[in-house]
Nanobody, 126 residues
Framework: VQLQASGGGLVQAGASLRLSCVDS????????MGWFRQSPGKEREFVSA????????VYGDSVKGRFTISRDGAKNTMYLQMNSLQPEDTAVYFC????????????????????WGQGTQVTVSS
């Protein structure tokens, strides 16, 4: 398993970005994948998750209505469309994957995820 996140960058407030996460190892038998973010001095924060087969989506409160998670099975890729970006969205964004079944608040815990990508920086200027 090799998760690779990409798509970060420097944008102005109100702009959009789309992050991608691909398993270059080709082992996409995960139950779910998710996005977390971390800013300096802060704990890693849950952003969103999606179950791979059913496509069930879960969002953190701070991104609901602005971010959309999706996946493309043919490309073994997960996406995070981020709209209306704000300076408080500035962070390193990590993609993660888990093989075990999760439900409810289980999606929100970073400790539940077995595999992690290297992170991609998103910086939003005001």
């Amino acid at each position: 398993v090799q998760l690779q996140a990409s798509g970060g960058g420097l944008v102005q407030a109100g702009a959009s970005l789309r992050l991608s996460c691909v398993d270059s190892g080709g082992n996409f038998g995960f139950y779910a994948m998710g996005w977390f973010r971390q800013s300096p001095g802060k704990e890693r924060e849950f952003v969103s998750a999606i179950t791979w087969r059913a496509g069930k989506k879960v969002y953190g409160d701070s991104v609901k209505g602005r971010f959309t998670i999706s996946r493309d099975g043919a490309k073994n890729t997960m996406y995070l469309q981020m709209n209306s970006l704000q300076p408080e969205d500035t962070a390193v964004y990590f993609c993660a994957a888990v093989s075990a079944w999760l439900y409810g608040t289980g999606f929100l815990a970073s400790s539940a995820y077995e595999y992690w990508g290297q992170g991609t920086q998103v910086t939003v200027s005001s």
